[in-house]
C-alpha cells in the first residue's frame, strides 16, 4: 500500500509527556500514534530485514518529465535542415562553428543546444542515448490530454485503463519481499504515472521520514522509544523496534547531510535536489526501483530565447542536474536507467511572440551504463511543409511507449510489457544492451 507520512510515528511537542510515555501510550494514541501495526511486522521493517544490503536484478528507473512541452527542435537542432532556419529567423541556434554561443554537433545532422554541453561527455562516452520525432498518438495539443495519454501509457487519453504505466509495471513484477520504497516521486503528490502503485510514495523530502519531534527531543525520544520496545517477542514490539533502526538508516541518509561522490555538484533547482535525494536512496539500498521527477517551465510560448533566455535557463538546468546525478554515481551508473521525456513539441514556425506554440513530436532522452548511447536514433520525417503534419509540425514518427517498453524489458527485466502499454505491444528500437541472465 502507499506509504504516508501517517504511517510513521508522529508525536506532539509537549516534552513532559516523554517521561510519562508507556506502552499503553504508544498504542493509544496519547500524545503518540503509530500507523500500519496490522501484520506481522510494519512495512518499514521489511525494508530493514529484506532490503538493507541487497543488489537488484535489475536497473534502477529515473523517470524525468519535462512538463508544458519541451521544444525538442531547439534542443536538438536538425540544423541540416534549411527549413528549420527559414521558419525561425530569430529562435534558430547557430549551427556549429558559427561562431558566438553555437551548437554542438552530435552526428554531422544534430547539434546539442549550447546549454546542453554538460551532457556531452555522456554521448561521447557511449551512456546518453537521443531519441528525436517522438510522441504519442494524441492530437489534441493539449497539456492535460497529452501528459494523461503518455503518464497512462495510451496513444491518447481515453484509450484505455487509468492506472499509470509505471504503476502497471510494478504490479506485473511485484513480490512478497517489496520495499515500501519501491517507487518515490519527489513532488507534493503522485503523478498518473505512479497512479494505482501499491508501494509509492510522494515525498517532498527524505527529510520527511523521521520522528515528527523537535530537533532537540529527537535523542530523548528515540531513547525512551528503544527502552519501551527493547527485547520484545510479539509482533508490535518486534515491529517497533526493527522500524527504529529503520529510522536510524533513514537518518543516515538525510539530503542536508549527503556528500555527493567524485565532486559532483547538484544545482539547487527542484531537479536538481531530487537527483541528489534519488542517488541518496540508491546508495542506501532500501529497495529503491523507480524513482520519478518533474521539472515544469518548458511551455515557451513567448521570450523563448535562441541561446539565452527562458528555454535555455531550463535547457541548463535540466544538464546540470543530469551530469551531476551521473557524476555522483560513478561506477553505481551501471545499474541505472534515466529516461526523459515530454508530452509533445513545439511548432517548427516561431510565432509573433517570439515563442513556439504546441506541437507534436519532440525528443527523449535515455542515460545509463546500459544506453547505446552516441547516436541519435531518429526516422527524420523531414522539416518541408509536404513532409510536416497536417497542422506544420513536426510528425511522429517514433511510439513513445517502444522507447520505454525496450527499457522495461532489456534493463527493467520486464517480460509483461503488453500489460503495461495495453493493447500495444512495443517494437524494440535497440537502444539499449539488454541485462546478461
Not at 508522529?10 to 499503553?24: I, N, V, Y
Not at 513567448?302 to 546525478?325: E, K, R
Amino acid at each position: 500500500m502507499p506509504l504516508k507520512r501517517d504511517d510513521w510515528m508522529t508525536c506532539g511537542s509537549d516534552a513532559g509527556q516523554t517521561k510519562r510515555l508507556s506502552r499503553r501510550d504508544l498504542l493509544g494514541g496519547s500524545g503518540f500514534h503509530l500507523a500500519s501495526w496490522t501484520g506481522l511486522r510494519s512495512a518499514l521493517a521489511d525494508i530493514a530485514i529484506a532490503k538493507n544490503g541487497a543488489e537488484p536484478g535489475h536497473d534502477i528507473l529515473v523517470s524525468i518529465f519535462l512538463r508544458g512541452g519541451a521544444d525538442g527542435l531547439n534542443a536538438v537542432v536538425p540544423y541540416f535542415e534549411d527549413a528549420y532556419y527559414r521558419n525561425r529567423p530569430n529562435l534558430s541556434v547557430p549551427p556549429p562553428k558559427a561562431g558566438g554561443a553555437h551548437l554542438l554537433d552530435l552526428d554531422g545532422k544534430f547539434g546539442f543546444h549550447p546549454a546542453l554541453a554538460p551532457l556531452l561527455p555522456a554521448f561521447r562516452e557511449g551512456e546518453l542515448a537521443i531519441l528525436h520525432a517522438c510522441g504519442s498518438q494524441d492530437g489534441t495539443r493539449s497539456h492535460f490530454e497529452a501528459m494523461a495519454a503518455i503518464e497512462r501509457g495510451l496513444a491518447y487519453e481515453g484509450s484505455g485503463p487509468t492506472s499509470g504505466w509505471i504503476a502497471r509495471h510494478l504490479a506485473s513484477t511485484q513480490k512478497e519481499s517489496d520495499s515500501p520504497l519501491r517507487a518515490v516521486a519527489f513532488g507534493g503528490t503522485l503523478p498518473d504515472s505512479l497512479r494505482g502503485a501499491r508501494t509509492a510514495v510522494a515525498l517532498e523530502s527524505l527529510s520527511d521520514f523521521r520522528l515528527d519531534v523537535p530537533e532537540e527531543q529527537q535523542a530523548h525520544f528515540h531513547h525512551v522509544l528503544g527502552e519501551l520496545y527493547a527485547g520484545g517477542k510479539d509482533e508490535v514490539l518486534h515491529a517497533g523496534g526493527e522500524t527504529l533502526a529503520v529510522l536510524d538508516s533513514l537518518k543516515k541518509i538525510d539530503p542536508k547531510q549527503y556528500r555527493p561522490a567524485n565532486g559532483a555538484k547538484y544545482p539547487t533547482s527542484d531537479l536538481g535536489q531530487g537527483l541528489l535525494q534519488t542517488s541518496c536512496l540508491i546508495r542506501a539500498n532500501l529497495g529503491l526501483e523507480v524513482a520519478a521527477l518533474d521539472r515544469g517551465g518548458w511551455d515557451t510560448h513567448y521570450a523563448q530565447g535562441s541561446t539565452v533566455g527562458i528555454f535555455t535557463l531550463s535547457l541548463d538546468d535540466l544538464a546540470q542536474s543530469l551530469a551531476a546525478f551521473r557524476q555522483d554515481m560513478g561506477q553505481e551508473m551501471r545499474r541505472v536507467t534515466v529516461v526523459v521525456m515530454t508530452e509533445f513539441g513545439r511548432r517548427l514556425a516561431e510565432n509573433a511572440g517570439l515563442g513556439t506554440d504546441h506541437g507534436r513530436a519532440s525528443f527523449m532522452m535515455v542515460l545509463g551504463g546500459g544506453a547505446k548511447g552516441g547516436h541519435v536514433y531518429a526516422k527524420w520525417p523531414g522539416l518541408e511543409p509536404h513532409q510536416l503534419d497536417e497542422t506544420g509540425d513536426l510528425r511522429v514518427t517514433t511510439d513513445y511507449r517502444d522507447v520505454l517498453g525496450e527499457v522495461l524489458q532489456s534493463r527493467m527485466r520486464n517480460d509483461h510489457t503488453p500489460d503495461v502499454f495495453v493493447g500495444y505491444v512495443p517494437k524494440p528500437i535497440g537502444i539499449t544492451t539488454p541485462l546478461k541472465a
